[in-house]
Every structure is written in C-alpha cells, then in structure tokens.
C-alpha cells in the first residue's frame, strides 16, 4: 500500500512549524488604536476570525488576528500577524497575492519574504484545505481594499464563499 | 423526558431477517474500492447512501430498454417507462404506509418536498401573526423555507430548544406552542445528535389545537420502519439517495385532502388538464405538483432501493444500526479525548454519532482520517443554530448503514488513535 505516500503528504501539510503557530497563535492581542477591522467566516465548515489592523502612514503598523479553526486556518492568521507590521499596504497586498498563487501551485516571486508561509505549501496537495488557508489572507485584502475606497473602516464581513 | 417513538426495542424483531445482512456489503460495489491505498470506510451515509448493484442496474436497464416520456405517448415504450414511473409510486406508498398512491408527490429532494409546502399550503393556509413552531436541532432544509415564507406573510417562526442530553425539551411546549400556531415542523432524526424525536406523542399536542405536523424523514425513513398510518404527521418529506436511491428523487408525502386543497407548485406541463391563451385548470395530486418531465430513471431506480431494503426487512435495518450504533458508543466512550454528542441511550438515537476531539479541530480530524481511507463529515452538518446550542462551529460525524459493520468502527477507532498521537506530537 502507499500508506507511506499517505503520511509523508499528511507530514507536508502539518509541519512542525504550522503546528505550532496552532499551539502558540501569534497576533492574539489586543491593539491600542483601531484602524481597520473586519471579521471573515468560511461557511462551509464555520471557521471565523476577527482581524485588526493598527495603520501609521499607510504602512501596517501592528495586526491582532484572532481565528477560531482548523490547524491551517489558526496557523495561516498567525503567520499573517507575524510577517504584516511593518508592511506598506502594497507590500501586504502583494504577499497576500502571492500566497493565493502559492495555494494553487504557483512559487511565490522570487526574493519575497514570505516567512513561515512556506510551512503551508503541502495544502496545495489538499485541495479542500485551501480555503482554510486563504480565510485570514481574503479578511485582509477585503480590508485593506475598503479602507483605501472608502477612506475608513468598513464595517462588512468577508467570507470564502 | 418521554421516549414515546415508533421505533422497534431492542427484544422486538417479530419478523426475522429475510436475509443475513452481513452479506449485503457485497452488493455494494463502490465498497471494492481503495482510498488512498486503504479499503474504504464509508462512514457517511447521513449525507448520501451508496448505492447497491440492482439501483445501478435498474437506472441503466431503463435507459438500455424502457426510455421514453411518462403520462404522453401512445406507443408501448411510452406505456411501459409510465408503468415503472408509477409503479415506483406505489412501492414508496405501500414502503410508508400510504392509504394511497397518489398520497405521493415525487420531488428532487427532502428541501424541495418542504419548500413544496411552505408554497403550496402555507402560502394559502398562513396569515400575519400565525406561528410556525421549528425545532433547536433542525436542518437548515427545515429552517430557511419557514423563515421564507414568514417574510412573505407575516407569519412568526418559533422554535423549541434542546436539553443537553440532546432530546427536546418539551417543558417548553406550552410555552412556545401558542395558539396562533398552524403548522410544526420537526425533524424525526437529528442529522447531527442522532436523536429520534417522540412524533406520535408530539402529534398528539399539535392536533389537540388543530395545527398541522410536517415531519422531515430524511435521517427516519431510510433508518427504521416507519408508517404514516400511524405515525400522525400530516406531512412527511424524504430524499432516496440517503436510502440505497439515486440522487435527484425526493418524496412528500401528505394527506390526501391536504395536497388535494393545496395550489400548484411550479407551473408547466403535465401538471394541468386544460390550458387557454389565458388561463388553466390543475390536474389532480400527485401529477399536480409534478410539473414538467420527471426524474422518470431515478424514480425507477429508487423503486429498486425500496425492492432492495424491503429483502432485508426495515426492522432487520433498524437492528442492525442499533447494534453498531452500541458497538461505535463503547469504543468511543472509551477514547478520553472525545466529547460525544446526542443521547446515550442507543434506543432513541439511530446511527449517526458526532463528537468532537479535544485537540484536533473536525477538519483536521477529517482530513487525516480520510488518508487512512475513513470517510467522516466535518462541519456544521447545514445546522448552524445547533452547532451554537452546543458550543462549537463545527462537530466531525460518523453515520452508518446496512453495509457497515464493527471493522468500520474498529478502523475508525483506530485512525482516531493515531490521528490523536500525530498531532499531539512535539
């Protein structure tokens, strides 16, 4: 039987290190200013997350995430709150694109700081997973998108529907 | 708490098995197959059944010899797919107990079979300020259609909570059951807990002041023996494909001179008797909530399904669930790691168990599991108010039928073991 392939893949997908962001989420806070917030719900399986987001001159300057879900989906936010502060608002878009791409096979561009989202490159192999994945990464590119038309904090939700 | 329910106990098996059910898992042919390397366990059968040998056959001798129009043609072919359209009919009305045939209307699914007669009944039937009375552990088949058509009449949808052992609280009956209520609508079984609601004693309460019971079998019907005679819904709404049929056939069942008082559902062919330029007059229940070209193959091949468990004998499919349902709540029990859903006592729950792992999310769970070849559910099982009720957004689910047996339990056990140690590990 290939019950080796099996585990060497379920080894992929919950590495170590997306193992404990789950066990240790980071980003779990709460921020002292507000700038944006917007919670996001995936409705097939009930995952949710709150997300705000701390601005100062259009750059992220601190993200507070708290994600209540599978391994993947509390890991993923956790990564988010990890590698956002300290991002422009074009550098966050730019990385949130480019895990979307890396979530359907495409390598992220070269010389792009990813982080610990390389950890999460095996739930391309599980395509079910990928929602689960992209929820915290869709919350921010909503959010991020409606503060820039509308000026201020959009108060609408995000789902992977 | 009553457990009044038309179901057999556990000493009650009158009529011996016509055949051994042990053999029934090779029939199945989907059940040969591999998953990831594993044989599979198939432990999803509240979503859809598999479907055995003689349906598959059914639907592809149909399409090899009996394909044509129903209720139209004047040639042999048209009469012949006619007569196994209708004679499936009437093997779903004799399967239930229907004092007739046309007491049948055949839908797409359970959710059509209830939006039918939140239309056709309740549209006519409800005025503003009238009540419809729902349950805590309802499907969102059995929420959203009332909560629809409260917003086009004013109706006031209620609904009655659960206990924490998963039964209803029916010391709240008198309570939310007032008397602008005109119509209950329950499930038999929980899709999620298993439960088996006390229908006839709740008959009784809702007729008592002249409301109306529609019942969702979708988890009943296909699980145990079930007789509208003596059940006391007004309505009953099923789907085949969770009882060995094909997809895309759902049953309502209801009294007579209900669906003969009920408008039209969905206007079209076969469904009137004259058309003007202006008007039209309705043919008679069932054909009157038929419009269109039905699921003549399916229909046929849910005839087969019926033919197929009724080899076996409902009480027979009722016994067997009972004692693996047993068999599943031991070994889980026995796992410290599980918090378990739904009633203890496996005489009023039918076989489906959801449970929740203390450190694995369902997903999780789910996706692990099915690399050991174990299909389960994980989700919100299209009960969102219920996920609330018990504190979760999402349960994982193990459901059962005739083809299960205790391997399949002792696989799953054994997987939720392992999955346990995977992702425990430091």
Redesign the interface.
């Known amino acids: 039987m290939d019950d080796g392939r099996n585990d060497i893949e379920l080894d992929a997908l919950y590495r170590d290190t997306v193992l404990d962001h789950f066990r240790s989420p980071r980003g779990h806070k709460t921020l002292d200013r507000i700038d944006l917030t917007r919670d996001g719900y995936n409705p097939v399986c009930g995952d949710r997350i709150t997300m705000s987001v701390k601005l100062s001159d259009n750059a992220v300057e601190d993200v507070a995430v708290n994600c209540k879900g599978c391994v993947i989906s509390v890991a993923s936010a956790s990564m988010l709150a990890e590698l956002l502060p300290g991002k422009s608002r074009e550098e966050a878009l730019r990385l949130a694109d480019a895990f979307k791409r890396m979530m359907h096979g495409h390598p992220p561009p070269p010389g792009l700081d990813i982080g610990d989202l390389d950890a999460l490159d095996g739930v391309k192999n599980f395509p079910v997973r990928v929602k689960c994945a992209l929820l915290a990464w869709m919350t921010l590119i909503d959010a991020l998108e409606e503060a820039e038309k509308k000026g201020d904090a959009p108060d609408r939700s995000t789902t992977t529907e | 708490m009553s457990t009044t329910t038309t179901v057999p106990v556990r000493t009650a098996t009158p009529i011996p098995p016509k055949r051994e059910i042990a053999s029934t898992r090779e029939d199945f042919p989907i059940l040969k197959r591999m998953i ?3 044989p599979i366990v198939y432990l999803d059968s509240a979503a859809t059944t598999q479907k055995p040998e003689a349906v598959i056959n059914a639907l592809v001798d149909y399409y090899h010899q009996t394909n044509a129009n129903v209720h139209r043609g004047l040639y042999a072919l048209a009469a012949q797919a006619t007569d196994k359209y209708e004679g499936a009919r009437a093997k779903v009305a004799k399967f239930i107990g229907a004092a007739e045939t046309e007491e049948i209307v055949f839908t797409r699914n359970t959710t059509e079979s209830i939006n039918l007669v939140a239309q056709s009944w309740g549209s006519r039937n409800l005025k503003s300020g009238d009540e419809i009375l729902v349950s805590e552990m309802e499907h969102h088949s059995n929420l959203v259609p009332w909560f629809l058509l409260a917003k086009r009449t004013g109706a006031v949808v209620r609904h009655i909570p659960i206990l924490d052992d998963g039964t209803l609280d029916l010391s709240k009956w008198n309570e939310r059951f007032t008397n602008r209520a005109r119509l209950v609508a329950l499930t038999h079984v929980s899709n999620v807990l298993g439960t088996i609601n006390p229908i006839a004693e709740i008959a009784e309460r809702v007729h008592k002041h002249g409301a109306l019971l529609l019942v969702d079998g979708a988890q009943g019907v296909p699980h145990m023996p079930v007789n509208v005679a003596t059940l006391g819904a007004d309505f009953v709404a099923f789907s085949a494909h969770k009882m060995l049929g094909p997809t895309g056939v759902g049953v309502l069942w209801g009294r007579r001179e209900l669906l003969e008082s009920m408008d039209p559902f969905l206007g079209g062919g076969d469904m009137i008797r004259t058309v003007s330029m202006t008007d039209a007059t309705w043919n008679d229940s069932p054909w009157k909530f038929e419009a269109g070209t039905p699921n003549i193959a399916d229909v046929i091949g849910f005839g087969a399904a019926i033919d197929y468990l009724e080899s076996i004998g409902m009480n027979e499919v009722r016994r067997h669930e009972i004692e693996l349902t047993e068999y599943a709540l031991e070994k889980m029990h026995a796992v410290d790691e599980l918090e378990i859903h739904g009633p203890a006592d496996s005489l009023v729950r039918a076989g489906v168990i959801s449970f929740n792992h203390s450190d694995i ?4 769970l789910s ?2 599991l099915d ?2 070849g174990v299909a389960i559910r ?3 099982h299209c009960a ?1 108010p219920l ?1 609330e009720r018990l504190g979760q ?2 349960t994982a689910r193990a459901s059962f039928y005739i083809y299960n047996n205790r391997e399949d339990i002792d696989t799953l056990i054994d997987a939720l073991q392992s999955a346990g140690r ?2 425990g ?1 430091r």
């Open positions: 990831h390397g594993s999310h369902p997903h999780d996706t692990y690399r050991k994980a989700g919100h969102q996920m957004n999402a995977f992702f590990r």
